[in-house]
């Protein structure tokens, strides 16, 4: 009994976890350059954060994560 009370509470911490936490954009892919800009709002009037990652796969960051993300990426 007290095991599954353990894994319903365990399994509830794990939802709440998942549906608080921001928005991530997809994996860069090889051989590409990739910007992800970040927007605290569903109409992307306030930039929170930018992304970069560059053709060998070194990323930086300008500000913070956002719960809006655009994913742009070009060839290298």
């Known amino acids: 009994m007290i095991r ?3 894994l319903a509470v365990l399994l509830a911490l794990g939802t709440l976890t998942a549906i608080s936490s921001p928005a991530h954009a997809r994996a860069c892919r ?18 929170t954060g930018i992304k970069y990652e560059n053709c060998v796969g070194d990323e930086w960051w300008v500000g913070e994560r956002g719960s809006y993300p655009v994913f742009y990426e070009t060839p290298c």
């Not at 090889?30 to 930039?47: A, N, Q, V």
């Open 30 to 47: 090889i051989d590409y350059h990739c910007e992800t800009y970040y927007y605290t709002d569903s109409d992307r009037t306030t930039l």
């Open 4 to 6: 599954r009370a353990s």
